[in-house]
């Protein structure tokens, strides 16, 4: 059974850092897409990084050169290193997997999220 858990949300101030995990059970990352997508307040779902099992990456275009996909395949765990925060990153975060690798922002299944709120 896939399950995927979050943590590592919080509060941080323009221009500041925060690193989200996601720890990864019932697959291994060696055989499957894995990344985060974000939803903020009366948003639809919006693709934030994309890692491949062949070290592949993929950002979303808001994201890119500000946010660091990386994982670590012994302890099944991704994480989301974001720098350079800006207001419009507020949103309920999600880690997910992909239903057609990081070809395209399909999600298949989702954690329940980490919020990340950055003030002004």
């Known amino acids: 059974q896939v399950q995927l858990v979050e943590s590592g949300g919080g509060l941080a101030q323009v221009g500041g850092s925060l690193r989200l995990s996601c720890s990864a059970s019932?697959?291994?990352?060696?055989?499957?897409?894995i990344g985060w997508f974000r939803q903020g307040p009366g948003a639809g779902r919006e693709g934030v990084a994309c890692?491949?099992?062949?070290?592949?990456?993929r950002y979303g275009d808001s994201v890119r050169g500000r946010f660091t996909i990386a994982r670590d395949a012994g302890t099944n765990t991704v994480y989301l290193q974001m720098k350079k925060l800006k207001p419009e990153d507020t949103a309920t975060y999600h880690c997910?997997?992909?239903?057609?690798?990081?070809?395209?922002?399909?999600?298949?299944?989702w954690g329940r999220g980490t919020q990340v709120s950055v003030s002004s």
């Open positions: 890692l491949g099992p062949d070290r592949a990456r």
């Open positions: 019932g697959f291994s990352l060696d055989y499957y897409s």
């Open positions: 997910t997997t992909f239903s057609n690798g990081c070809y395209e922002w399909s999600f298949d299944y």
